[in-house]
């Protein structure tokens, strides 16, 4: 084993997670390699990643997809037709920082790393 590439994988709690994949080729043939490959590696990571998560999940019954209360629900549709927090805030008539604290209660509940994560989950489980 010569070459590999790792993919950290951002939780939305803070901590991380690293996927590797390593193997045997010349360093010569590394650089074409890894521009081949390294985009189908990194959905690959989260893909694997998701669901482990998801089995673990299962097993140790936890719970990670809560239902959304209306508003969170409301403000991730707005979020997957995207508009920004400030849009959001005028549409609802809120402050962008009610708007900003709805989001952040959605992605923890919805187990998601970031925006298109939370679009993703929300859309799995029939919330759009």
Known sequence: MSQGITV???HH???????SAIGSTSDADWPLLFRQVSELVFV????????????YASEHGENHTALLSARESEIIKWVAYGKTVPE???????SPETVKY???NA?????????????????KLGLL
Not at 13 to 19: K, P, Q, Y
Not at 44 to 55: I, V
Not at 107 to 123: D, V, W
Request: charged share 20%.
């Open 107 to 123: 992605y923890t509940k919805l187990g998601a790393r970031n925006r298109g994560h939370a679009i993703s989950q929300a859309a």
């Open 8 to 10: 950290p994988i951002h």
């Open 13 to 19: 709690s803070g901590g991380f997670t690293a996927v």
């Open 102 to 104: 709805h989001v952040k």
């Open 88 to 94: 959001i805030a005028i549409i609802l008539k809120r």
């Open 44 to 55: 690959t990571a989260h893909r694997f990643h998701d669901r482990y998560f998801d089995l």
